[in-house]
């Protein structure tokens, strides 16, 4: 069992940053791929980047490329995600989760362990 704890939401103003971080407890996070995930009022739970184990491979949805970066530290059991340049558009409930059979997936589904989300809203 993976517990996923995630935290660094907040209200920001469009083009601020924000940094989320999820930790997880239970098991090593090294062993599973890891993505995040948004989810807006009214609309589906979307990819927003996902990272390999090793953090070697990395892919993020077209519309944060440039502008979102994702990280891992396997050593600190925690995984990052780096938003710049934030826009209204960003504004949504973040999850994070832990993909525990797959070497690589961006679909939601494959993912088993969810965190609770953290809520970013960015002000026009």
């Known amino acids: 069992q993976v517990q996923l704890v995630e935290s660094g939401g907040g209200l920001v103003q469009a083009g601020g940053s924000l940094r989320l971080s999820c930790a997880a407890s239970?098991?090593?996070?090294?062993?599973?791929?890891m993505g995040w995930f948004r989810q807006a009022p009214g609309k589906e739970r979307d990819i927003v980047a996902v990272i390999s184990r090793s953090g070697g491979s990395i892919n993020y949805a077209d519309s944060v490329k440039g502008r979102f970066t994702i990280s891992r530290d396997n050593a600190e059991n925690t995984v990052y995600l780096q938003m710049n340049s934030l826009k209204p558009e960003d504004t949504a409930v973040y999850y994070c989760?832990?993909?525990?059979?797959?070497?690589?997936?961006?679909?939601?589904?494959?993912?088993?362990?969810w965190g609770q989300g953290t809520q970013v809203t960015v002000s026009s």
């Open positions: 989760a832990a993909a525990t059979r797959m070497s690589w997936t961006t679909r939601r589904y494959d993912y088993d362990y």
């Open positions: 239970g098991r090593t996070l090294s062993n599973y791929v």
